[in-house]
């Protein structure tokens, strides 16, 4: 599923988001400033709002949603980041255009104990981590469901592309279940479907309420037919040898079923966090200011889910 703005639209959406990074105290985490993101949010164009719509009633079977042609002036730019934990706290209209985006999708959220709850994340190579799996990494990122340990994990992610790599190789990679599904046989599906695997934190979560052994869990639920997904084949293990081959036959069948995505500069892709995995391909940072930079953002659809967990009814949980 595609949707590439017209120059008009991107017009519109360089006003909106000019206007809200404009909006004082011009801080992304400030509730006041995020109270008129969700009122400009509804009047983004009307082609994109059908289109965001119609995603989230039913992703398709791969699952992804790209917007291309959103106003990101790569020549206005500041350096790439390069530090560890890197967020974007300041209003910048790329940073507001990642929040017009994904509010419009469902409600903004962050955890308290990953980049200290920042609603806007940098993914960017970092100096010394190059081998972590990690969005600070630039090797191979295996693919996973955001935060598949969390029992609140993110119902979609949004990635905002700012810079790609300078060789063109570091694509996300996507794969999703409903296309993998056909590819395992009856006996596989009900393994994957009992409680006989645990997923620990990744490594960009503080994990300090998260120490405890991981209790066992299944990867797939929900409907036989069309299931949700629960993976990370970094952090996921088997608790059986049952178990483990197969995970191992559904891992092939993601990598026979998945696609990359070479986002460029203004191009934003929502991935539905419960029918599909991602990763990255590798590439190779250069830590000259001009590495590959994306804007993360989470949704979740229903908010009273977690209210126990959201301070002040606020977008963070603890």
């Given at each position: 599923m595609r949707c590439d703005l017209t120059g008009q639209e991107r017009a519109v959406m360089e006003d909106l988001a000019g206007r809200l990074a404009k909006t004082p105290p011009g801080l992304?985490?400030?509730p006041e400033w995020l109270e008129e993101a969700r009122a400009l949010c509804c009047h983004l164009p009307v082609?994109?709002?059908?289109?965001?719509?119609?995603?989230?009633?039913?992703?398709g079977p791969e699952g992804v949603l790209v917007i291309g042609n959103l106003p990101v002036d790569t020549a206005t730019l500041p350096p790439t980041p390069t530090v560890p934990g890197s967020v974007e706290r300041t209003a910048t209209v790329p940073a507001?255009?990642?929040?017009?985006?994904?509010?419009?999708?469902?409600?903004?959220?962050?955890?308290?104990?990953?980049k200290s709850g920042a609603l806007v994340q940098n993914v960017v190579p970092v100096l010394g981590r190059e081998s972590s799996q990690s969005n600070a990494g630039?090797?191979?990122?295996?693919?996973?469901?955001?935060?598949?340990?969390?029992?609140?994990?993110?119902?979609?992610?949004?990635?905002?592309?700012?810079?790609?790599?300078?060789?063109?190789?570091?694509?996300?990679?996507?794969?999703?279940?409903?296309?993998?599904?056909?590819?395992?046989?009856?006996?596989?599906?009900?393994?994957?479907?009992?409680?006989?695997?645990?997923?620990?934190?990744?490594?960009?979560?503080?994990?300090?309420?998260?120490?405890?052994?991981?209790?066992?869990?299944?990867?797939?639920?929900?409907?036989?037919?069309?299931?949700?997904?629960?993976?990370?084949?970094?952090?996921?293990?088997?608790?059986?040898?049952?178990?483990a081959q197969a995970m191992s036959r559904l891992r092939t069948a993601f990598l026979e079923t998945s696609r990359e995505l070479m986002?460029?500069?203004?191009?934003?892709?929502?991935?539905?966090?419960?029918?599909?995995?991602?990763?990255?391909?590798?590439?190779t940072?250069?830590?000259?200011?001009?590495?590959?930079?994306?804007?993360?953002t989470f949704v979740s659809l229903d908010n009273r889910r977690t209210r126990a967990h959201r301070p002040g009814n606020g977008p963070v949980m603890n």
């Open positions: 992304v985490d400030d082609r994109l709002l059908e289109t965001v719509r119609r995603y989230r009633h039913d992703p507001s255009l990642a929040v017009l985006v994904t509010l419009t999708l469902g409600e903004l959220v962050a955890y308290r104990e990953e630039s090797v191979p990122l295996e693919m996973h469901v955001e935060n598949a340990f969390h029992p609140h994990r993110p119902d979609y992610v949004g990635l905002l592309s700012l810079r790609h790599d300078q060789d063109g190789t570091g694509g996300t990679i996507t794969s999703s279940i409903r296309e993998a599904l056909p590819l395992l046989s009856d006996h596989d599906r009900d393994v994957l479907g009992r409680p006989r695997f645990a997923t620990e934190p990744p490594p960009s979560f503080q994990a300090s309420s998260h120490d405890a052994a991981p209790a066992g869990h299944p990867l797939l639920d929900g409907d036989p037919g069309d299931p949700n997904l629960k993976v990370d084949f970094f952090a996921t293990t088997a608790l059986d040898a049952e178990a986002l460029a500069s203004g191009e934003m892709v929502l991935v539905d966090n419960r029918v599909v995995i991602h990763g990255r391909a590798s590439f940072p250069r830590y000259d200011g001009h590495d590959r930079w994306l804007h993360r």
